[in-house]
């Protein structure tokens, strides 16, 4: 189970397990977004640009901290909503090899009784295997409160 809104605290920290890049998971995500821009889908395109290989998708990257956050356990059947992502900002690309993972830090907290729970900002720091930042911003979901 989850943590509660009232589990949260200001200054909580959190790391995530690590996933690697693969090509596969950039050709299923172009297919699935219909973003098939060559800089993410062709490896000799991919040659000619300032990366000079191939990238994975800035909203890929986003998407893989989602789930990355949710095998911490922390939001497993106590999170309301997802509500929304807050000044997210890709520092970094992410290339196919790249073994990224999320450092999690709780900012701020706040009840909402209304909801039967609270809203929590989570600021998360993506980073790849050389503990270089690839993406940061903050989400803010919406957490249940402990059952009376």
């Known amino acids: 189970m ?5 589990e949260f605290s200001v200054g909580q920290k959190l790391d995530t397990i690590k996933r690697t890049i693969t090509e596969n998971d950039i050709m299923t ?4 977004s219909g973003d098939d821009n060559r800089i993410h889908t062709d490896p000799e395109f991919s040659k000619t640009t300032q990366f000079g290989r191939q990238i994975a998708h800035g909203m890929l990257g986003l998407s893989i901290a989602s789930g990355l ?4 356990g922390i939001l497993d059947g106590t999170v309301i909503a997802f509500r929304e992502v807050n000044e997210w900002k890709f520092v970094k690309p992410v290339f196919i090899g790249d073994s990224i993972y999320v450092e999690l830090e709780v900012k701020e907290t706040k009840a909402l009784p209304r909801i039967g729970g609270g809203s929590v900002t989570i600021a998360l720091e993506v980073k790849n295997q050389n503990d270089e930042v690839c993406h940061r911003g903050s ?7 402990k059952p009376s």
Do not use: N
Request: no cysteine.
């Open 29 to 32: 995500f172009a297919e699935l």
């Open 2 to 6: 989850g943590l509660y809104f009232e």
């Open 69 to 72: 956050a949710w095998k911490t």
């Open 139 to 145: 989400w803010t979901v919406l957490m249940m409160s």
